[in-house]
């Protein structure tokens, strides 16, 4: 999985850097058909911390963002949205998968 992340008026530090790849690492134990992950953390204000995501996997992109006071609530807000997501178009790709098994099954019963 390629992960990049960008700031937007914050410099991002190794640990930021290492607290998004370590949430990320979640992502991936639900789903392993990540293609790509972009992350883009930003300083909208003093009091308001933005961050969104864009990630690629096969059959589609999905985009979450948070905004919270800080910075690590607003990536923790983030993953959790991102988790829900993933788990859906897993959920949503296995319902296709199986689809026309049970089609089939009908049809040979008839």
């Known amino acids: 999985m ?3 992340i960008q700031g937007h008026h ?3 530090t190794p640990a930021m850097r290492d607290y998004v790849h370590g949430k990320l690492e979640r992502i991936r134990r ?3 058909h990540v293609i790509d992950a972009d992350v883009v953390l930003a300083v ?3 009091l308001r911390q933005r961050a969104e995501i ?3 996997v096969r059959g589609g992109s999905l985009h979450a963002e948070s905004t919270d006071g800080d910075m690590y609530a607003a990536i923790d807000l983030l993953m959790d949205k991102l988790d829900r997501q993933v788990l859906r ?3 949503r790709v296995k319902a296709h998968d199986r ?3 049970k089609h089939q099954q009908i049809q040979s019963q008839q």
């Open 30 to 32: 639900h789903f392993d």
């Open 10 to 12: 914050v410099e991002v």
């Open 54 to 56: 864009t990630l690629r």
């Open 2 to 4: 390629n992960l990049v």
């Open 44 to 46: 909208e204000d003093k």
């Open 99 to 101: 689809a026309p098994l």
């Open 89 to 91: 178009h897993k959920d």
